[in-house]
């Protein structure tokens, strides 16, 4: 499958339309979205690569858009992308660093001080780190920063050592370096089957306990001439998505189990995802947003093509999704046996998180994505156990589920990077609120206005309790949970 154009031959759900480009409704089309430049890093845990630097200059602009005008934005406020390289990313390497890195990181900083110049900025390593939390070390001045001999850079430039990784799997340099190219990786047995089997069990009791709650926020997202809090019944809600929704069923949704599930939050504020969101994300300090499970019934529709950061209200590019599936799951292609019919695996727009030229160049609505080239690519079968991971603005879609299949459960958990900024929808005027796609404001709602009520709250870096932080596991509020 090598082109949007092929996932017209995915078998489809009676009744319903390919789902690919070209949109085909108002509300599919707001749903596209997507941004993120994010360059090479080849970062792992007490290593260093200096390739980190294209990263920091890549998002600094590749985060303005689409959620803001850009030429009107303030960059102060992009704190997280003003990283002195060699400050916030830098692992003590375990010999000293060679006479040709340091020299390439000496450039590398300097180029990206003359962007910061290009751009009208005074002094952005020394005025922008103020207030964030997940780049530990003051940076130096830039003149200390880009200092003129390769000795002053060792010495001005290196931080303390961060704290190896206590526990977790330590993802290889290939696999960083595809998660950054592609956008999505999958991690194989990276789950105790165990634990599977118990948060399956537990997902399974959610769904039922939970399922009208789950459709009566399908009618509100999909039928918006609809009241939910007027449907009372199963089968009110079936009719009302019958008749009146703008798109097809593709999925119900039941979110945050883990602050009422203890087999959920094991898995979801555990070490073994956090321990990868952390690598993935570049990032030393990780906290959760959400976990969200997705159920597909036989006859399902399309999951429509999306981001998931065009639902979050975070200002951010360092946002990672682990799609956890509950059972094995045969993938687009059927898996190894001819015979076996396609399940609904996730779909990714390969390199769709770095394409920046996307939203910045084009109007999103109606916009079909056969020329952008991408090669799609999904996750082929997967096994209990194993992992799917894709970042904030990969653009990806699952198929329909087949008739005579066995339902789909996958259980989401959100990551993100810790510093990251609420939408400052409110005071900041150069924000686009109006891109924010509502869908799972059911989920954020409750923190998200606890934390903008108040003055000045607008835009404040993303810290509240129900979103715990999950990495360092010696920082780990997982115990909090259940509530
Ligand atoms: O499982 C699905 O069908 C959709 C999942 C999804 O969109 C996600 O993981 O972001």
């Given at each position: 499958?090598?082109?949007?154009?092929?996932?017209?031959?995915?078998?489809?759900?009676?009744?319903?339309?390919?789902?690919?480009?070209?949109?085909?409704?108002?509300?599919?089309?707001?749903?596209?979205?997507?941004?993120?430049?994010?360059?090479?890093?080849?970062?792992?845990?007490?290593?260093?690569?200096?390739?980190?630097?294209?990263?920091?200059?890549?998002?600094?602009?590749?985060?303005?858009?689409?959620?803001?005008?850009?030429?009107?934005?303030?960059?102060?406020?992009?704190?997280?992308?003003?990283?002195?390289?060699?400050?916030?990313?830098?692992?003590?390497?375990?010999?000293?660093?060679?006479?040709?890195?340091?020299?390439?990181?000496?450039?590398?900083?300097?180029?990206?001080?003359?962007?910061?110049?290009?751009?009208?900025?005074?002094?952005?390593?020394?005025?922008?780190?103020?207030?964030?939390?997940?780049?530990?070390?003051?940076?130096?001045?830039?003149?200390?920063?880009?200092?003129?001999?390769?000795?002053?850079?060792?010495?001005?430039?290196?931080?303390?050592?961060?704290?190896?990784?206590?526990?977790?799997?330590?993802?290889?340099?290939?696999?960083?370096?595809r998660f950054?190219?592609d956008g999505f990786v999958v991690?194989?047995?990276?789950?105790?089957?165990?634990?599977?089997?118990?948060?399956?069990?537990?997902?399974?009791?959610?769904?039922?306990?939970?399922?009208?709650?789950?459709?009566?926020?399908?009618?509100?997202?999909?039928?918006?001439?609809?009241?939910?809090?007027?449907?009372?019944?199963?089968?009110?809600?079936?009719?009302?998505?019958?008749?009146?929704?703008?798109?097809?069923?593709?999925?119900?949704?039941?979110?945050?189990?883990?602050?009422?599930?203890?087999?959920?939050?094991?898995?979801?504020?555990?070490?073994?995802?956090?321990?990868?969101?952390?690598?993935?994300?570049?990032?030393?300090?990780?906290?959760?947003?959400?976990?969200?499970?997705?159920?597909?019934?036989?006859?399902?529709?399309?999951?429509?093509?999306?981001?998931?950061?065009?639902?979050?209200?975070?200002?951010?590019?360092?946002?990672v999704t682990?799609w956890?599936?509950?059972?094995?799951?045969?993938?687009?292609?059927?898996?190894?046996?001819?015979?076996?019919?396609?399940?609904?695996?996730l779909?990714f727009?390969a390199?769709?998180h770095?394409?920046?030229?996307?939203?910045?160049?084009?109007?999103?609505?109606?916009?079909?994505?056969?020329?952008?080239?991408?090669?799609?690519k999904?996750t082929?079968?997967?096994?209990?156990?194993?992992?799917s991971w894709h970042h904030?603005?990969t653009?990806h879609?699952?198929?329909?589920?087949?008739?005579?299949?066995?339902?789909?459960?996958?259980?989401?958990?959100?990551?993100?990077?810790?510093?990251?900024?609420?939408?400052?929808?409110?005071?900041?005027?150069?924000?686009?609120?109006?891109?924010?796609?509502?869908?799972?404001?059911?989920?954020?709602?409750?923190?998200?206005?606890?934390?903008?009520?108040?003055?000045?709250?607008?835009?404040?870096?993303?810290?509240?309790?129900?979103?715990?932080?999950?990495?360092?596991?010696?920082?780990?509020?997982?115990?909090?949970?259940?509530?």
């Open positions: 499958m090598n082109t949007v154009s092929d996932l017209n031959s995915l078998p489809r759900a009676q009744g319903s339309v390919p789902c690919c480009c070209p949109l085909r409704n108002a509300q599919l089309q707001r749903k596209f979205h997507t941004l993120g430049a994010l360059g090479p890093r080849t970062r792992t845990p007490g290593r260093e690569s200096v390739l980190l630097r294209t990263r920091h200059s890549g998002t600094a602009l590749s985060s303005l858009a689409p959620r803001h005008v850009p030429s009107q934005h303030d960059l102060s406020r992009q704190d997280e992308q003003y990283d002195v390289p060699l400050q916030g990313e830098y692992s003590r390497p375990r010999s000293p660093p060679s006479n040709r890195a340091v020299v390439a990181a000496a450039a590398a900083t300097r180029r990206i001080k003359s962007r910061w110049i290009q751009l009208g900025l005074e002094n952005p390593f020394v005025s922008n780190m103020a207030g964030n939390i997940s780049s530990p070390p003051a940076p130096a001045p830039v003149t200390a920063a880009v200092p003129r001999s390769v000795t002053r850079v060792r010495h001005a430039a290196i931080p303390p050592a961060p704290k190896p990784a206590t526990s977790g799997t330590t993802l290889s340099d290939s696999v960083l370096l950054e190219r991690t194989r047995r990276l789950m105790p089957t165990d634990q599977l089997t118990s948060l399956r069990a537990a997902c399974e009791g959610e769904v039922s306990a939970r399922r009208l709650e789950s459709l009566r926020h399908r009618v509100r997202v999909l039928c918006p001439g609809v009241d939910p809090a007027s449907l009372s019944s199963e089968v009110e809600m079936r009719e009302a998505l019958q008749n009146h929704a703008t798109d097809d069923l593709g999925f119900l949704q039941f979110f945050n189990l883990h602050r009422t599930s203890s087999a959920v939050c094991r898995v979801a504020l555990g070490p073994e995802l956090a321990a990868v969101a952390s690598q993935l994300l570049a990032a030393r300090r990780v906290r959760v947003y959400q976990d969200c499970l997705f159920l597909k019934e036989p006859g399902f529709a399309e999951t429509n093509w999306h981001s998931d950061l065009r639902m979050a209200p975070l200002d951010t590019n360092d946002f682990a956890i599936p509950l059972r094995p799951v045969r993938g687009v292609r059927g898996g190894s046996s001819s015979r076996s019919p396609p399940d609904s695996g779909i727009a390199g769709s770095r394409d920046f030229a996307l939203p910045f160049w084009h109007n999103m609505d109606g916009r079909d994505l056969s020329d952008r080239g991408y090669a799609m999904d082929g079968p997967m096994e209990v156990g194993d992992v904030g603005w653009l879609c699952a198929a329909p589920q087949p008739v005579g299949t066995p339902p789909r459960l996958a259980l989401t958990v959100a990551f993100f990077a810790d510093g990251a900024r609420l939408l400052a929808r409110h005071s900041d005027p150069t924000v686009r609120p109006e891109l924010l796609h509502d869908e799972d404001a059911e989920s954020y709602a409750s923190w998200f206005d606890q934390l903008t009520k108040g003055k000045g709250r607008d835009g404040a870096v993303a810290h509240h309790k129900l979103l715990p932080v999950v990495w360092p596991p010696e920082a780990s509020e997982a115990g909090n949970f259940p509530l």
